[in-house]
T-cell receptor, first 112, second 118 residues
Framework: TQLLEQSPQFLSIQEGENLTVYCNSSSVFSSLQWYRQEPGEGPVLLVTVVTGGEVKKLKRLTFQFGDARKDSSLHITAAQPGDTGLYLCAGAGGTSYGKLTFGQGTILTVHP | GAVVSQHPSWVICKSGTSVKIECRSLDFQATTMFWYRQFPKQSLMLMATSNEGSKATYEQGVEKDKFLINHASLTLSTLTVTSAHPEDSSFYIC??????????????FGSGTQLSVL
């Protein structure tokens, strides 16, 4: 069974702080996706990283794919209350061919 | 971008009744659709992979007679929770992708259905 370990599970910070969420696996993924989900809604895709070592930036969010394509990180700079939500990483390909493997999720709360 | 419509958004039903949830791809053909279940503050758990014109592939531990999946067209997949019980109460989400082995690498998610069984 392919696993994607996401940490931390919970993160409660003050507005303006920085944070990093990690996803790690022993398996290689062809791509890795990051989603943000709000209560009662479906996940919304933030970014897809495909190439080992790739770094993508989306305003205050920076996504990195490990060189070996086994891990990824999401870094948020100067977090805002609007960043509050459930963040999910999901790996595609690897040993679970044709399926997305989701991490456990990180619940982020940014206090004003 | 592509849109996936899921209906209903929420449903309350009595124990023992069946509930049907629809997932439609509005502007693209989805040969593959995925059904997930999500408990509060937890990640998505894949229930089954729905392939147009063929039987769904269920994940280990998911009862196929309990959760009936039909993918009769390239734009519609349905999940029917049969004889629902309170333990079936959950948030159900569908996603739709394209064709081939990379079908899951560009997925679009529905807005989810909150099922509450009394």
């Amino acid at each position: 069974t392919q696993l994607l370990e996401q940490s931390p599970q919970f993160l409660s910070i003050q507005e303006g702080e920085n944070l990093t969420v990690y996803c790690n696996s022993s398996s290689v993924f062809s791509s890795l996706q990051w989603y943000r989900q709000e209560p009662g809604e479906g996940p919304v895709l933030l970014v897809t990283v495909v190439t080992g070592g790739e770094v993508k930036k989306l305003k205050r969010l920076t996504f990195q794919f490990g060189d070996a394509r086994k891990d990824s990180s999401l870094h948020i700079t100067a977090a805002q209350p609007g960043d509050t939500g459930l963040y999910l990483c999901a790996g595609a390909g690897g040993t679970s061919y044709g399926k997305l493997t989701f991490g456990q999720g990180t619940i982020l709360t940014v206090h004003p | 971008g592509a849109v996936v419509s899921q209906h209903p958004s929420w449903v309350i039903c009595k124990s023992g009744t069946s509930v049907k949830i629809e997932c439609r791809s509005l502007d693209f053909q989805a040969t593959t659709m995925f059904w997930y279940r999500q408990f509060p503050k937890q990640s998505l758990m894949l229930m089954a992979t729905s392939n147009e014109g063929s039987k769904a592939t269920y994940e280990q531990g998911v009862e196929k007679d309990k959760f009936l999946i039909n993918h009769a067209s390239l734009t519609l997949s349905t999940l029917t929770v049969t004889s629902a019980h309170p333990e079936d109460s959950s948030f159900y989400i569908c996603s739709a992708g394209g064709a081939g082995p990379a079908a899951n690498e560009k997925l679009f998610f529905g807005s989810g259905t909150q099922l509450s069984v009394l």
